[in-house]
């Protein structure tokens, strides 16, 4: 049997190994707790798995947790995480509050969407992360324990790894895995339908929209995807589900000075949104190199907000975390230069 991972698969598959194997079929559920509930990282740990049945798994199958190989730590508390992985690294950012302990998590290599102002789409596109190799990111990093929220808002795009990330929720949401609650978990996505209709059918984690410029033409300029898949028709598409109780929606709109703040966007933003149960994150623009865009004032960034509430949008401003690392949206990146102990 060929070498494999562990770490990712759901309970049943979990089953099939220890059948497989000539185990008997509770052995699935052991390992199931051993992977999830005590976070092994190493067979010998399994201690009420019989010694033999530990060296028969061992042959076959490696457990999938690896440590981060670099760390950088900002003025502002954010740790930022390097991942070895079998397609290259990617980064997680660990973003500490008050009352909450956010991870921010990769699902692919690089990214093929190429957005302008996003320094994950400058490096290309490298391959998809397994289930496995998300979830080691959550279970790996030092402050795993202390997480309360989850967002796929790191490297790539998560509609563009479907299958992985739905696997890899499937483990932080179910009982027999980390049993998280779904409330506490976004998956952020640029508007690929077909892998956010599917997200959709089988999750009910929140879900945040990439928006960042609510015309198509000046959308097409700042996000090739426009032109597959309009935000018109993803907003359409939207509206088909139900965001008005627990599940929550928001879109995401990084501001750039002169481009998408002025007056003329705010108007167009609240027509766009219209009837849909949804709050606006507002984002400064975090320069990456070799792009002109610019950040606008507080001032520009307030009026926006204040439009946008007064006509019924709730709407926050986001408070930019760890840029002196390059660990703040837009800016991550496999360049391990951008990484420092």
Not at 94 to 119: H, W, Y
Not at 184 to 207: A, D, N, W, Y
């Amino acid at each position: 049997m060929q070498n494999t991972v562990l770490l990712g698969k759901n309970l049943n598959e979990l089953k099939d190994v220890a059948k497989t194997l000539g185990m008997p079929t509770f052995t699935g559920k052991q390992l199931a707790e051993w992977l999830y509930k005590k976070r092994a990282v190493s067979f010998d740990e399994m201690s009420n798995i019989s010694l033999k049945n530990r060296q028969i798994l061992a042959e076959h199958f490696t457990i999938g947790r690896t440590p981060p190989i670099k760390e950088a730590v900002s003025i502002d508390g954010t740790k930022k995480y390097l991942f070895q992985t079998a397609k290259g690294t990617v980064e997680s950012v660990f973003i500490p509050e008050d009352d909450r302990a956010t991870l921010c998590i990769s699902s692919q290599v690089g990214c093929k969407m190429n957005c302008l102002f996003c320094m994950t789409g400058k490096q290309g596109f490298s391959g998809n992360l397994t289930a496995s190799e998300i979830l080691n990111q959550i279970l790996s990093v030092p402050d795993s324990e202390k997480l309360t929220n989850l967002v796929y808002m790191g490297m790539g795009e998560p509609m563009d790894n479907t299958l992985e990330v739905l696997r890899s929720l499937n483990v932080m949401t179910s009982e027999w895995g980390l049993a998280w609650s779904p409330r506490r978990i976004t998956v952020s996505t640029i508007g690929l339908i077909p892998g956010m209709k599917q997200f959709l059918e089988h999750s009910e984690c929140h879900l945040a929209i990439s928006l960042h410029e609510p015309f198509s033409d000046g959308r097409l300029q700042l996000m090739p995807v426009e032109k597959a898949f309009p935000i018109a028709k993803v907003i359409d598409e939207l509206k088909k589900y139900d965001f008005a109780h627990q599940r929550r929606l928001s879109f995401e709109y990084i501001v750039f000075e002169g481009i998408n703040d002025s007056p003329r966007h705010a108007i167009e933003l609240v027509r766009l949104l219209k009837g849909v149960p949804c709050r606006v994150n507002l984002i400064r623009f975090h320069a990456i190199p070799n792009i002109k865009l610019k950040s606008p004032s507080t001032e520009k960034m307030e009026k926006l907000r204040d439009y946008l509430t007064n006509n019924g949008i709730i709407c926050t401003i986001r408070k930019s975390r760890g840029e002196d690392i390059s660990a703040a949206c837009g800016m991550l990146s496999s360049e391990q230069k951008n990484i420092t102990i």
